[in-house]
């Protein structure tokens, strides 16, 4: 289970900041941290970048690599700024993402052949609503490879994210405890050994008591993880997640255990 930071986004006032002034070294020393906290790569998460989308999506490209060779997502629904993006980029790349959305289908979804990168599939609806259960979740995930194939793409450039539900929602832990079964029943449905990412804080968007939203964190990371998760995308810096996360990958692991992975 590859770890995926998820710290870089431009919701942090001091990225906005440093990419509206072309200043890259907030951007750096973020990198540098999360690194530094175990990050195995860097989900760059721009959002729709309204105004100079592609000089912005360049830039912190650009800045991010220039300080690390680790795999890039590059998160935004902006079609220009992620080509832009790709368009830079010398490191690993991943397009995160694309849905059965239309505009999506027609203008993200391509760019993976184009680049001839991996792309990550949100189980969602057309019209970006999250399915209520298993069933839907594995119906729009035969819809959402359908769509993925005729990009000529090998299959195994599709990694999956079945989308997990804030647990506040009043069906949320129900949703989370059905996407362990989607990650289990994927390869067999699709035929090949589907790759999936899951964003860890989605768990507990929304207020709630801080301890008590990590705990749940490392609760539902071990069932992830036995589900089949490849990657965890997640706050590096919440430093007991990661250690669990890493425990999980020296259990789960086909490889003789030794303690210095855990």
Same mark, same amino acid.
């Given at each position: 289970?590859?770890?995926?930071?998820?710290?870089?986004?431009?919701?942090?006032?001091?990225?906005?900041?440093?990419?509206?002034?072309?200043?890259?070294?907030?951007?750096?020393?973020?990198?540098?941290?999360?690194?530094?906290?175990?990050?195995?790569?860097?989900?760059?998460?721009?959002?729709?970048?309204?105004?100079?989308?592609?000089?912005?999506?360049?830039?912190?490209? *650009?800045?991010?690599?220039?300080?690390? =060779? +680790? !795999?890039? &997502? #590059?998160?935004?629904?902006?079609?220009?700024?992620?080509?832009?993006?790709?368009?830079?980029?010398?490191?690993?790349?991943?397009?995160?993402?694309?849905?059965?959305?239309?505009?999506?289908?027609?203008?993200?979804?391509?760019?993976?052949?184009?680049?001839?990168?991996?792309?990550?599939?949100?189980?969602?609806?057309?019209?970006?609503?999250?399915?209520?259960?298993?069933?839907?979740?594995?119906?729009?995930?035969?819809?959402?490879?359908?769509?993925?194939?005729?990009?000529?793409?090998?299959?195994?450039?599709?990694?999956?994210?079945?989308?997990?539900?804030?647990?506040?929602?009043?069906?949320?832990?129900?949703?989370?405890? *059905?996407?362990?079964?989607?990650?289990? =029943? +994927? !390869?067999? &449905? #699709?035929?090949?050994?589907?790759?999936?990412?899951?964003?860890?804080?989605?768990?507990?968007?929304?207020?709630?008591?801080?301890?008590?939203?990590?705990?749940?964190?490392?609760?539902?990371?071990?069932?992830?993880?036995?589900?089949?998760?490849?990657?965890?995308?997640?706050?590096?810096?919440?430093?007991?997640?990661?250690?669990?996360?890493?425990?999980?990958?020296?259990?789960?692991?086909?490889?003789?255990?030794?303690?210095?992975?855990?």
């Amino acid at each position: 289970m590859i770890l995926v930071s998820d710290n870089l986004q431009i919701t942090n006032s001091t990225i906005e900041q440093a990419v509206n002034r072309m200043n890259p070294e907030p951007v750096q020393e973020m990198v540098k941290k999360c690194v530094k906290a175990g990050a195995e790569a860097i989900d760059i998460n721009s959002g729709p970048l309204s105004r100079d989308p592609e000089k912005k999506m360049a830039f912190l490209v *650009e800045a991010v690599q220039a300080v690390t =060779n +680790l !795999p890039l &997502l #590059l998160d935004t629904t902006n079609p220009k700024a992620l080509e832009a993006g790709l368009a830079v980029s010398r490191n690993t790349t991943i397009i995160n993402g694309f849905s059965l959305e239309p505009v999506k289908l027609a203008h993200i979804l391509p760019l993976a052949k184009k680049y001839d990168t991996d792309i990550i599939g949100y189980l969602l609806y057309p019209n970006s609503h999250v399915p209520p259960d298993e069933a839907e979740r594995l119906g729009v995930a035969v819809e959402l490879f359908s769509a993925f194939q005729k990009t000529g793409l090998e299959n195994e450039r599709l990694i999956i994210d079945p989308i997990i539900a804030p647990v506040m929602w009043d069906n949320g832990t129900l949703q989370d405890m *059905e996407i362990l079964s989607v990650l289990r =029943n +994927l !390869p067999d &449905l #699709l035929g090949f050994p589907v790759r999936t990412i899951a964003g860890i804080s989605n768990l507990t968007t929304g207020q709630g008591p801080t301890k008590k939203k990590r705990l749940l964190e490392q609760s539902y990371l071990p069932m992830l993880a036995a589900a089949g998760l490849s990657m965890a995308l997640l706050n590096v810096f919440h430093t007991e997640t990661v250690l669990t996360a890493r425990a999980c990958r020296a259990l789960t692991d086909t490889k003789i255990f030794t303690w210095e992975n855990v």
